[in-house]
């Protein structure tokens, strides 16, 4: 049977659709206080320009600060140890022994400028769209469970390393996260003396979580403009600890202090399209009789008081995490973290430690995962889930064979060289996600039950306590409809 001729469909060619007519540039939005200080806000203002888009993934709050700590052992302005008024030029300020000893006293946290913001809020019209508390936590927790080697550069702008000029301490933009001296970013205030030190001015610019982290916001669309509300931390040994001494001198501490926040902005990357390309945006989207809605992510923070008692002593406590209550809860992260004292400040408050033994979560009464996270190998592969590293060739993030244990416990005693240059981290994560869905909108329905964790600690001398955070990360919708944003978990 002879086969019957085909004859080949005609090709059909189609001009793909073109990039739409617009222009690109960066604008900074300045806070109304001009001034603020710690524990005060500063408010930034954005407001609903013409035919533009904020490109969030490309934008940064940038800020400076200077702060005023008073206590022990203190970084001083130099005084000329000789003086001659009729030298040319004059003689330099030239400091002693222990003043070079001093300048490397007062470090600033490992989380850098993000240890200076206690929440963000995002609001439209006063209305809260929302809000990040605890947000230096929520970010170093995140850090330390999905950071890399690739990641070190950023890190070392946000952390402030990046302004070591070739010394072995340049590690903290990698895996050491030490802390930064102050004095790496100038001199000290004049007047400054071993009681009471006025950094020098630290400016930061830092990406941020939320909604200001990723979304194409169409300001075009809205009826008023959104503000980003930034609360700033009042305690300054949030953000700044004490080198441990080695030899057998005084003890560098922190008592009370200041700070003393300017120049705050919001620079952004702002699209703005042409009349006939917002045209076409509009007949495309409708968004003048019909919602329009994207996803994105947002984190809750539940907290735990770890005493010393139970640090000390060998113990399973269950403890129920209130509020978290979301249509797509996706992972939590469990971290304790240094509770700062008047006479102890000789570890960084934002960067976060396993310090209990083996632990289970209880989602909506069912356990995980089955069996108890107890070992330091499956703290890591858990939390790999979470951040997605799952793969070999990205092992080398900030959790480290070198510098992460569990059970840990604060400092004590004499300090030893390898103390000043790196700082135990860790973090432990379960994800919740359904698999395949990973990246999508999953997650477990978490709003008609409850969320409990199960710690066992091994009894281990403590002469502090910790407080444990427990970081639930949930899918939102933000919906926009008639000019009023909104976001709906």
Request: glycine share 8%; charged share 15%.
């Amino acid at each position: 049977m002879s086969s019957i001729p085909s004859v080949p469909h005609k090709t059909c060619l189609k001009e793909g659709d073109m990039p739409l007519p617009s222009s690109y540039t960066r604008t900074r939005f300045s806070s109304t206080e001009g001034v603020s200080s710690g524990g005060s806000v500063s408010n930034i203002h954005i407001p609903a320009l013409r035919n533009a888009y904020l490109n969030c993934k490309d934008s940064f709050l940038t800020f400076s600060v200077v702060a005023e700590v008073n206590g022990l052992e203190m970084p001083s302005y130099y005084v000329p140890v000789t003086a001659d008024p009729t030298a040319d030029p004059p003689v330099a300020a030239v400091p002693d022994a222990d003043q070079i000893l001093r300048d490397g006293n007062l470090l600033l946290d490992p989380s850098g400028a993000c240890s200076f913001i206690s929440s963000i809020t995002v609001l439209q019209n006063n209305v809260q769209i929302q809000h990040l508390e605890h947000y230096s936590k929520i970010h170093s927790m995140y850090s330390v469970a999905g950071a890399g080697l690739d990641s070190g550069g950023i890190r070392a702008l946000l952390s402030g390393s990046a302004y070591y000029t070739g010394d072995l301490l340049c590690e903290n933009g990698t895996l050491s996260q030490s802390g930064t001296p102050v004095t790496r970013f100038g001199k000290v205030a004049f007047g400054s003396s071993k009681s009471s030190t006025t950094t020098p001015m630290m400016t930061f610019a830092i990406p941020l979580m939320g909604l200001m982290s990723t979304c194409n916001l169409p300001l075009s669309m809205l009826s008023s403009g959104i503000t980003l509300r930034i609360n700033w931390s009042n305690d300054v040994k949030n953000s700044f600890y004490c080198q441990q001494t080695i030899s057998p001198s005084t003890q560098a501490t922190i008592t009370t202090g200041e700070m003393t926040f300017t120049n705050v902005t919001f620079d952004a990357g702002v699209a703005v399209l042409d009349d006939a390309a917002q045209l076409a945006v509009e007949r495309e989207n409708n968004y003048k009789t019909q919602p329009i809605s994207w996803t994105g992510d947002s984190y809750y923070a539940a907290i735990r008081d770890t005493t010393i008692t139970e640090l000390e002593t060998a113990t399973t406590a269950n403890q129920i995490l209130g509020n978290i209550t979301y249509t797509s809860t996706k992972s939590i992260i469990y971290g304790s973290f240094c509770k700062p004292t008047e006479s102890s400040n000789l570890e960084p408050s934002n960067v976060p430690h396993i310090a209990h033994d083996s632990l289970r979560f209880r989602v909506n009464g069912v356990e995980y995962p089955r069996q108890a996270i107890d070992t330091l190998d499956k703290m890591v592969a858990q939390t790999g889930v979470v951040t997605g590293s799952t793969s070999q060739s990205t092992s080398t993030g900030l959790m480290t064979r070198d510098f992460t244990t569990s059970n840990f416990r604060p400092k004590t005693g004499a300090a030893l060289a390898t103390d000043i240059r790196s700082n135990d981290r860790g973090v432990v994560g379960l994800s919740l996600n359904n698999w395949p869905a990973m990246g999508a909108t999953s997650g477990i329905d978490t709003r008609g039950g409850d969320c409990s964790v199960e710690l066992t600690t091994q009894g281990v001398a403590s002469t502090a306590g910790l407080t444990s955070y427990f970081v639930a990360a949930f899918d939102v919708q933000y919906i926009l409809e008639d000019g009023v944003l909104k976001q709906a978990f």
